[in-house]
Structures are given as C-alpha cells and as structure tokens.
C-alpha cells in the first residue's frame, strides 16, 4: 500500500517513525489518525516509544528487522519500553552524536554509518543490526540516513549522491540505488518517506513525478 499523507500538519513524516519488515517504530504521542494510516499501510506490530523523550524516533533512532540502534540519550524508561517488545535486540551506542536516524542507513543486509563512528561503534552497530557496516557519506555528506530511504527493494538517495557512492550502496545493501528527491524538491528522501518492502508512506508535499519514481525504485510499480 501506498500512502501520502502529513504526521501533525508535518510532511517530514520520516522524522517520526521507521518501517522495518517486521516491526513499525512510533511514538506513542501520535495522533489517533496518523496511528490509523500507518497501521493501514504496514500491518506490522507497532512499537511505540519516545527516544531521548522525543517523538521525532527517525531521526535518533536506526532500524532493521533485525534491531534497533540507539543513542546514549535514550532514557533507562524508554529502553525498559522498548524491551517489552521482547523479540528485539536492541542497544545504545556511546558516541556524542545522538541523531541516529540521520546518521545510519541501514536495510536487512547492510549499513552505512558516519565516517567519525570510532571502531568499538561501528561493531556495536554492526552486532545490533546484524548486518555488515562500513563507514560512508552520501553527495559528499555524512548525514547518509537522512540523505536515503532504503528497503530491501530498492534505496532512493541525495540527487547529488555520486555514481561511487551508489555503487558501494548498492553493492552493500544488495538494491538498486538511484536518486531522487521527495516533498517537493527536498534531498533529504529519508525525512519524507516511511517505506518497507510491502509499503510506502510520503510526505504530502511529494508531488506526483517524485512519488512515481520513488515508487518504482522501491519496487511498488
């Protein structure tokens, strides 16, 4: 399914929530209406909790099926939360950047994270997620998850990403990678789409032209 839509007059709707293939991250502070369009669109069982107390969860936190990177800001009652959803492996990473949903991109068989992630980081990512990391930047920036919307399908990135880094995506996250823009000529593809392999939410601002070719790249079309 795919959807268009805004989160609280927001068509940022990456920034509060993130779709894996077996789970859904959400703050539990979302309106019944946005809660009623997710579950329609995904049918996967809802996690919900704030991270660092804040509802924006796409930007701090980074998903898979696998697990759930958080950083070192997440509350003790926040990770006593999350844990209730016994079947995830979940851990913080001790690092001063905090924004793990724009810093890691990540799908079911890879991850590109932040050049500056020391080494003892990138194996606790690595360890959590279950997948190969390497250290990476996307058009030149090494915001590489708020620069890219990946699936197991297929990863949309920064229209300035270059022929390289796509090539090392691809080959790491085992999709194919083009570019794209998503709300209306905005870069940062992550902060405007939620998306797994069965469904899709964009930004409301996201033309027609932008939802088309971000939909075949995820394979919907």
Same mark, same amino acid.
């Given at each position: 399914?795919?959807?268009?839509?805004?989160?609280?007059?927001?068509?940022?709707?990456?920034?509060?929530?993130?779709?894996?293939?077996?789970?859904?991250?959400?703050?539990?502070?979302?309106?019944?209406?946005?809660?009623?369009?997710?579950?329609?669109?995904?049918?996967?069982?809802?996690?919900?909790?704030?991270?660092?107390?804040?509802?924006?969860?796409?930007?701090?936190?980074?998903?898979?099926?696998?697990?759930?990177?958080?950083?070192?800001?997440?509350?003790?009652?926040?990770?006593?939360?999350?844990?209730?959803?016994?079947?995830?492996?979940?851990?913080?990473?001790?690092?001063?950047?905090?924004?793990?949903?724009?810093?890691?991109?990540?799908?079911?068989?890879?991850?590109?994270?932040?050049?500056?992630?020391?080494?003892?980081?990138?194996?606790?990512?690595?360890?959590?997620?279950?997948?190969? =990391?390497? $250290? +990476?930047?996307?058009?030149?920036?090494?915001? @590489?998850? *708020? /620069? %890219?919307?990946?699936?197991?399908? !297929? #990863?949309?990135?920064?229209?300035?990403?270059?022929?390289?880094?796509?090539?090392?995506?691809?080959?790491?996250?085992?999709?194919?990678?083009?570019?794209?823009? =998503?709300? $209306? +000529?905005?870069?940062?593809?992550?902060?405007? @789409?939620? *998306? /797994? %392999?069965?469904?899709?939410?964009? !930004? #409301?601002?996201?033309?027609?032209?932008?939802?088309?070719?971000?939909?075949?790249?995820?394979?919907?079309?």
């Amino acid at each position: 399914m795919i959807a268009r839509t805004d989160f609280e007059g927001d068509s940022n709707v990456g920034a509060f929530g993130i779709a894996t293939d077996k789970f859904i991250l959400v703050s539990p502070n979302m309106s019944a209406k946005s809660l009623d369009i997710i579950e329609k669109t995904f049918g996967l069982p809802l996690v919900q909790s704030t991270v660092a107390t804040l509802d924006a969860v796409g930007f701090v936190a980074a998903a898979n099926s696998n697990g759930i990177v958080l950083p070192y800001t997440v509350t003790d009652e926040e990770f006593a939360e999350l844990k209730r959803a016994d079947y995830l492996h979940m851990d913080w990473i001790d690092s001063k950047m905090t924004a793990m949903g724009n810093i890691i991109v990540t799908n079911d068989r890879g991850a590109i994270c932040h050049p500056s992630f020391d080494s003892a980081a990138v194996r606790k990512i690595a360890d959590v997620l279950d997948v190969e =990391v390497i $250290r +990476g930047t996307v058009a030149g920036l090494p915001i @590489v998850g *708020a /620069n %890219t919307v990946a699936t197991n399908r !297929g #990863a949309v990135v920064h229209p300035m990403a270059t022929d390289e880094e796509m090539e090392v995506m691809a080959d790491l996250l085992g999709v194919h990678v083009e570019a794209g823009t =998503v709300n $209306r +000529g905005s870069p940062y593809t992550r902060l405007g @789409v939620i *998306a /797994n %392999t069965d469904g899709m939410i964009a !930004g #409301a601002d996201t033309t027609g032209v932008e939802l088309a070719h971000i939909s075949q790249v995820l394979g919907f079309v």
